[in-house]
């Protein structure tokens, strides 16, 4: 049998993952498992919207739609673009990789441009689908880069992933502007945003303008059902909407029927929604709690923070992976993040904050 190799490697991010419980089994100690995004500061409570959900319907027992629940690409509209889009620019995924995953397959560009930091599954996902990558230091550089970036994509991640920056909405804004005015497709990948933001932010509406923009989101982070793997992709492009749907079809035929009624509900119900906000409140007070411990103890790595803000459910903090582990902390060395800057992202240690706040200190106190 000839094996067609895609040249991709396994997460480290899930490897390290498996070394913790592989630790745990032998020592008989507990780690803290900071390695992978995990909203972890408290579960999601769902026992009263699942009360309220009829298993036996055909809305979960049967074939669900291809783009996804009418219904729930309608409260998505409502919920993220204040009803100003429309549910037929949305289509239900398998999670936010799959969304991204649809639409690197979907668009047509040279090169995908990547932050120097960037999620290491971005560098992956490529690798499979053979897209070339280059890389870009930071939003401010891009506007310069525009002659080098037409017939490419750029990508960009806020709140980022691996350090965790949070640009101002404006400036990124008036950039993603003059991108998309340039004729330069934009994906916007932003699957935190809505940890620490309602639907009254009105940042969504405001991209609906600009036609080369892609919006990819995942309800793994914002209600912290990474489990259920569910996304959407927006686009006001019909042509590329019809593309990503024929092939949303043929990799998925509908997307999980249950993740669907259980996202809708929490979009729509009372129940629901208090359910989400609760997620919400206590998730990114514990996160706020996290990076200002950090702050204080002189742990966080401010040289990446200079012209943004440290937001997202992960930071990069100046210990090195082995040394936290030696406290039984799980992280990953920086240096996964990035390809041409290994050597002095050895010398850091990404983390995610998203995690209960006692237990944060009891283990970053053993730390000198």
Sequence with gaps: MEIKKSGAALSKIVQIGEKLKKLTAETGETYLPLNRGVNAVVNIDL???????????????????????PALRQAINEEYFGGKSSADNILITAGGMNALDLVVQAVG????????????????????RGIGNAEYMAQRDLEGMIPELKGNAVLICDPGNPLGEKYDDDEQFALIKKLNDAGVTV?????????????????YQRLLELENVIITESFSKSVG????????????????HDELEIRLMYCTNG?????????????????????????????????????????????LAEKFYHASTPTGIFVVVNRTEEELLAHRIGSVSLSFFTKSRKEEAAKYARICVSAPHDKFVE??????
Excluded at 267 to 296: D, H, V
Excluded at 363 to 368: C, D, G, N, S, V
Aim: hydrophobic share 40%.
């Design 47 to 69: 026992s009263g919207v699942v009360k309220e959900m009829d298993f036996n319907s055909n809305d979960i027992q049967v074939y669900p739609p291809g783009p996804g629940f």
């Design 109 to 128: 560009m040279g090169k995908l441009y990547l932050p120097v930091y960037y999620w290491g599954c971005y560098f992956q996902m490529l690798t499979v």
């Design 187 to 203: 994906f916007f990948d932003s699957p935190y945003r809505r940890i620490f933001y309602d639907k009254y932010d009105n940042y």
């Design 225 to 240: 059902l990474s489990g259920q793997r569910l996304g959407f992709i927006h686009t006001t492009n019909r042509e590329l």
């Design 363 to 368: 283990y970053f106190e053993r730390l000198k």
């Design 255 to 299: 997307v999980n029927a249950f993740a669907q009624q259980l996202i809708l509900r929490l979009l729509t119900t009372p129940t629901g929604i208090a359910a989400a906000n609760a997620f919400k409140a206590a998730t990114s007070r514990g996160i706020a709690l996290n990076i200002e411990y950090l702050k204080q103890r002189g742990l």
